[in-house]
Nanobody, 126 residues
């Protein structure tokens, strides 16, 4: 069973870059046809798909976040990483990583994905 665990700082200052890592166990991030996504949920709002990296290393991003988002991976560590630049308090959210078979952009529930992490709270504040 694939398990995912998010890690990173819980507090980021405005204008800085948010960086989170997802460590995957129980399966390889290079396995066809897996896609590895980042999803966030601001307080009082719904889930927002941010972007994904494929088993081949190709990336896809939400158009609304593409200019500030970068997703990369380290296959030797079986990890993938989110970087979100120029953060503002509106980027305060619980951030989840998740796995799917094929690319999923529309997120209504984390159960839309095969596996997902418990999430990590990130607060943007000075």
């Amino acid at each position: 069973q694939v398990q995912l665990q998010e890690s990173g700082p819980g507090l980021v200052k405005p204008s800085q870059t948010l960086s989170l890592t997802c460590t995957v166990s129980g399966g390889s991030i290079t396995t066809y046809p897996s896609y590895w996504s980042w999803i966030r949920q601001p307080p009082g709002k719904g889930l927002e798909w941010m972007g994904a990296i494929s088993y081949r290393g190709n990336t896809n991003y939400s158009p609304s976040l593409e200019s500030r988002t970068s997703i990369s991976r380290d296959t030797s560590k079986n990890q993938f990483t989110l970087q979100l630049s120029s953060v503002t308090p509106e980027d305060t959210a619980v951030y989840h990583c998740a796995r799917s078979s094929g690319l999923k952009r529309d997120v209504r529930s984390l159960t839309d994905f095969g596996s997902w992490g418990q999430g990590t709270q990130v607060t943007v504040s000075s």
